[in-house]
């Protein structure tokens, strides 16, 4: 059975660091790109980042080099490194496969408050 798991996410003050993780089934994730979306409410879903099956990276503007995308094939794992966290940045953060309706996480709630 094919399944895609975020895990990481949580409250933590502005300025702070959270690193978010997801794991899929190895028949989906070795040769598929990897991608982070977020959702706060009453907003579109949007592209947080996304890293290729080789390793190649792409961000939303928005980041701004305070996040990082990366892949460790061995463990079927992608992780988003956030750091300068704003109170903006909360909502709830998806890990998608392949960049298709076929495979999302569940989601995992990141929440940025003083």
């Known amino acids: 059975q094919v399944h895609v798991v975020e895990s990481g996410g949580g409250l933590v003050q502005p300025g702070g660091s959270l690193r978010l993780s997801c794991t899929a089934s190895r028949i989906i994730f070795r040769l598929n790109a990897m991608l982070w979306y977020r959702q706060s409410p009453g907003k579109q879903r949007e592209l947080v980042a996304s890293?290729?099956?080789?390793?190649?990276?792409a961000y939303g503007e928005f980041v701004k080099d305070r996040f990082t995308i990366s892949r460790d094939n061995a463990k079927n794992t992608v992780y988003l490194q956030m750091n300068s966290l704003k109170p903006e940045d909360t909502a709830v953060y998806y890990c998608?496969?392949?960049?298709?309706?076929?495979?999302w996480g569940q989601g995992t709630q990141v929440t940025v408050s003083s």
């Open positions: 890293i290729s099956s080789s390793g190649a990276t």
């Open positions: 998608n496969v392949g960049g298709t309706a076929a495979y």
